[in-house]
């Protein structure tokens, strides 16, 4: 079936310390969104992309869509306590399907 | 005012019980959705309204019903609750099919005894 790979699994870093995640796939995606999960919560939209090449920013969060339209990276710069939490990928591909798929998610944890 | 909003926020029950989740959208999005979230956290679509038809069921056992009476309104009904029914299950409203921007409800965590 049509799968994301969502790496790292988990992130171990110090305050103030650089973040990058990705998401590749065998498929070519229309769409990538990156969301955000506290614990108990749901997750929450950090960034929407929408064209092969797009580069967003939203604070210290920037990401783009890959060139290829197979793959997304999202950076978080110099890392805040507040940044903890589960971080996924999830993009609709272009074959038909009306829905969006979830990459397995990034937990970041932040030593202080 | 919450954008999507899940009731209840803990559910406790038996094996073999029926019961219902709740969720209301007021973004006047058209699209609704619901997810599951296993103990590993992968987030998995059950199903997809649009405009109150259902557009997508992703091999859901049939013991889950999901009702939408109007486009703002999905709700969720599980028959005959096993053990392996225990996750926290999302709600979501995206302005579309295909769920760019969808926005999710807070999670019912859903433990069956």
């Known amino acids: 079936g049509q799968q994301l790979n969502q790496s790292p699994q988990s992130m171990f870093i110090q305050e103030g310390e650089d973040v990058s995640m990705n998401c590749t796939s065998s498929?070519?995606?229309?769409?990538w969104l990156w969301y955000k999960q506290d614990p108990g919560e749901g997750p929450v939209l950090l960034i929407a992309?929408?064209?092969?090449?797009e580069l967003t920013s939203n604070g210290r969060l920037t990401a783009q869509f890959g060139i290829t339209r197979k793959d997304s990276f999202l950076n978080i710069s110099a890392s805040i306590p507040s940044d903890v939490g589960i971080y996924f990928c999830?993009?609709?591909?272009?074959?038909?399907?009306?829905?969006?798929?979830f990459g397995q998610g990034t937990r970041l944890t932040i030593n202080p | 005012d919450t954008a999507v909003s899940q009731t209840p926020k803990y559910l406790v029950t038996q094996m073999g019980n029926d019961k219902s989740i709740k969720c209301e959208q007021n973004?006047?999005?058209?699209?609704m959705y619901w997810y599951k979230q296993d103990s590993k956290k992968f987030l998995k679509i059950m199903f997809s309204?649009?405009?109150?038809?259902?557009?997508i069921n992703e091999t859901v056992p049939n013991r889950f019903s999901p009702k939408s009476p109007d486009k703002a309104h999905l709700n969720l009904h599980i028959n005959s609750l096993e053990l392996g029914d225990s996750a926290v299950y999302f709600c979501?409203?995206?302005?579309?099919?295909?769920?760019?921007?969808?926005?999710f409800g807070q999670g019912t965590r859903l433990t069956v005894v």
């Open positions: 979501a409203s995206s302005p579309s099919a295909g769920g760019a921007g969808s926005f």
């Open positions: 498929s070519i995606f229309n769409t």
């Open positions: 992309l929408y064209k092969a090449g």
């Open positions: 999830a993009g609709q591909f272009v074959e038909g399907a009306q829905k969006l798929v």
């Open positions: 973004l006047g999005h058209d699209t």
């Open positions: 309204y649009n405009n109150k038809e259902l557009i």
